[in-house]
Each structure stands twice: as structure tokens, then as C-alpha cells.
């Protein structure tokens, strides 16, 4: 999983300059305010994965009769020139409760997501603005209705003067029922979820787009130290810090990718390019600011696979949502150990029948491994490397894993091919994780796995690791160790 953080749009104020940042930075998603299609079509050019999101302005915003204002918002959608350029559009913009009645604004919702349905739109509901509603309206019947008709949530999330200013909030000596009942501001939506569980499945429950977040002093609580307006004077022009705060946002909206925990479309800080009215929140000036921010998505975006390596992570069986939206296994916390697992069957059975059998007869989310290595030393990775899988019971948020396709038991061992390929994938892990230790299945439960021949010190576990020569590139390390496995081979079957 790489950064959430795009960009958002109020106004290009330099074409070939925003253009130029897109194409180098490749943001994950993009927000755009403005109805410039000659900007957009350019955008989507120069950088084709990224998600982008249309919002119409509307002056006088107003929700009922509800059916009436959803085929206004509908009409002017369809008279702009990126209708069908951005991958989801938003309704209208920030409504607030009237007079704490959350309904009228929900069943405008269900409504504007029909009618955009049936124009093969996708549609991003509510965009509320930060604070609200309170989260028990969110059981609400009319809010469940609504929820369930939209593509994603949104929402907005603001603290001040710092973005984590959430963290200072101390139950022990805080009001914790209203402060459940009006905020956190930062990461609220986790809130929103949680209520939510209550009435409806995870797979109910549509992905979150963040559409607005950073630091904006508008909001109500007093924290010391809190300015009008937003990060400029709120951290003295300091972009580094900001950019840093928006970092720790971005690594929390992270930590929610599935299972049973939020998913995130993405999150857009407000702004990249706007009016004069918005210039303390603006990352496009000064130009420094731009730049690193986008330093920050290039540094952060999820990295190339090792060579050789075969992703199959979206032609495998997997849970999906109400949308038909795959569902991923959470994120681990951290990783200190990789294990390695057998499959215990004939290692024809590849990652695909191995898929199927865990999500349609053991019902789990997807595939139980990390990354599965066949017979022939192909490498497959199977779900995201910091996803929290399922193959071992009570360590998941804390290993990675390797399965070996095949059964290793009564004396049969891997062949040399896929012990080298293995072997590889270890020396890869440890380059991205340093070099944490390696265990099989069976060091945690009283199982088999990864076969009798594992142990001992004759047991493939020896010839699996990376030979302990002082060699510092671990790879090189690995090539060196071609030979010396080949003459253990030779050993183990003259022997």
C-alpha cells in the first residue's frame, strides 16, 4: 500500500506548471473543482491511474424536495465538459443537518445516486463538512439507505493547529461522550465506521474518499495556539511541517485497507491551486511547497516489484463488496518475522484453485499468503505486502508469508529451482524490511507445516536460507549460494 494523498483543484492557475507536476508526481487521485476540460484531458494524458473526482460548485445549495434538487445537481453534471472525464463525481458540497436533522440531506442522496446510476456515473455521497452529523445519526434507517446507494462516503477532516491535533485528546480527563458525539475532526470517519457495523456488513459499506483534510481553523474546538485560515498561518508558513502532518494522515488512512476496517479511495488536501479567497491553505505556493509535496507522493507511492516476480493480486478470488469491489485483508502493523508454509497438496494446485478454495469454502477474505513460489521457481505475489493475511492464527499483524506449492511430507523436499526462488523472495524481504528472522508455520501452532523435512540439520530450512558469508548485497549473496545448493542436492541423493 502506497500514499493516499492527491491533489485538489479549485483553479489551475498555471497550466503547464500543474500539468508538469502531474506527469512527474503521478498523483494516486486527483480533485477538481473547476469545469476545464482542455486541463483535465491534458491531466488524464499525461497521467493515466490516476482516480479523478468532478464537483460542480453551486451557490445557493439546498436538498428538498429531494428528488427535485437531486435532477438539478444531476443536469448541471451533465452539462459540463468532464461529465464523463472523472472517474466519480461528488453531490453538493459540505451540507449541514438542518437544525440537526440529518434526513432531508440523506434522502437527497439516495436519490442523486439513482438518478447518476442510471447515466453510468459513479457517485461519491455526502461530502460532509467536518464535525457532522453526529455520529449516532449515522444508524440512522435514511442514512444506511443512503449509504448503501453510493459509489464511496465522503467526508471532510480538519483539526488546527497542527493535523494530528486529534492526538491530544486524553479520555481520562476529557468529556469522552460528547467528544464522541462531535468529533475527533481527524479521523472521525473511523467513528462513522464503527456505527455503521452496527447495522450493515463490511462488504455494505462503500470505500471513504477524504475529500477535504489538512489544517483549517475554523473548526470549533479551542485548541491552543489555533489561527483563522489555514496551515500558513496556523504553522507559520513551515511547509515542511505541514507536509510532515499530512504525512502522519496519510500513514493512519493506510492503516485502513480492509478487512474489517475502513477502506479509502483516497484523501485530497485542500488545496493545490485556487482563488484568492483560499490562499493559506494553498500547497501550489509558494513553489517550494508544491515541490515537496509532490517529493512526498513520488517517495511514498507503493514500489516496483522485484524482478521476476508475477502479481496476481487482481485475477484471484476475493471477497467483494455490494459494488462488486474487491475486498483486501487489513494492513499489518508491522513486520518482524517471515514464515514459510506448504500447501500440503500436489504443487499443480497453483494460486488460483489455492484462492478459490480459501475465499468460496473457508470464507476468508482472499488467499491466506503473501507470496506463493511454484515447483519451477515462479514467484507469485498473492495479496499486498503489508497486508495482515491469514496464514497463521493470532500472528498475521506481524509476519509476512511464503508458501511453497507443494507437500513436503514422508522425506519430500522442494526442488532446487523453487529453494532458489525462495531463497530470492527472503533476500527481497530482507531488503525491504531488514533481515528479520525466518520460521516455519509449525514454530507457532502444533501443525505440520511446512512438512517433516523442514527441520534438522539436514532439512530444507538449512538449504532455504541465504548462506552466512560476510557478503553485505544480500542478492549477491544469494547468487553465490547457487552452486552450494546444487552440491547439497547432490549430497542428500548420493547419501
Known sequence: MG?????????????????????????????????????????????????????????????????????????????????????????????????GNHVPVAEFVTELAQLLHAEGLKYIGFNWSVGVPHIPDWGHPAMLEAVQACDAIGVHEYSAPNVNQAESFDPRVDDL????????????????????????????????????????????????????????????????????QLGWYDRQLQMDTGGDRPRILGATPFLWGCNDDWTSFDLLRPREASEAFGQYIIDHKEKALPTGWIDMRDKLAAQTDQHGNKLNWPKRSKTDTIVIHHTAVDPSVGPERIASYHVHTKGWTRSAYTIEVGPEGKIYLINDLDAACAGVSHQNDHITQICLLGSFMDGYEPPSQQLLAARSVIVDLWDMYGKIPVQ????????????????????????????????????????????????IDQITEEG
Not at 36 to 47: I, M, Q, T
Not at 190 to 196: G, I, S, V
Not at 466 to 486: G, Y
Request: aromatic share 12%; proline share 8%; with cysteine.
Open 440 to 487: 516455519g508455520h509449525k514454530n507457532y501452532l502444533i501443525t505440520d507445516c511446512p512438512g517433516d523435512t523442514w527441520d534438522g540439520p539436514l532439512g530444507w530450512k538449512v538449504r532455504l536460507m541465504p548462506p552466512d558469508e560476510d557478503v553485505t548485497d544480500w542478492k549477491a549473496r544469494a547468487l553465490l549460494a547457487e552452486d552450494r545448493l546444487f552440491r
Open 177 to 244: 461522550e460528547s467528544y464522541i458525539t462531535s468529533g475527533w475532526h481527524c479521523l472521525r470517519y473511523r467513528r462513522a465506521y464503527a456505527k455503521l457495523r452496527e447495522h450493515l456488513s463490511a462488504d455494505q459499506i462503500p470505500p471513504w474518499f477524504i475529500g477535504e483534510c489538512g489544517v483549517d481553523g475554523g473548526i470549533w474546538e479551542p485548541f491552543p495556539g489555533k489561527q483563522q485560515g489555514g496551515w500558513k498561518p496556523n504553522l507559520n508558513d513551515n511547509y515542511e511541517l505541514y507536509i510532515e
Open 3 to 99: 500514499t493516499l494523498l492527491g491533489v485538489q483543484i479549485q483553479v489551475v492557475r498555471d497550466f503547464d506548471e500543474q500539468i508538469g507536476f502531474i506527469e512527474r508526481v503521478q498523483p494516486p487521485i486527483g480533485k477538481i473543482i473547476q469545469d476545464n476540460e482542455p486541463f483535465l484531458s491534458r491531466a488524464k494524458e499525461v497521467s493515466p491511474d490516476t482516480v479523478w473526482v468532478g464537483r460542480v460548485w453551486v451557490a445557493d445549495q439546498q436538498w428538498q424536495p429531494a428528488h427535485q434538487r437531486a435532477i438539478e445537481h444531476r443536469d448541471r453534471i451533465l452539462r459540463t465538459g468532464i461529465t464523463r472525464k472523472v472517474n466519480y463525481w461528488t453531490g453538493q458540497n459540505e451540507p449541514y443537518p438542518y437544525n
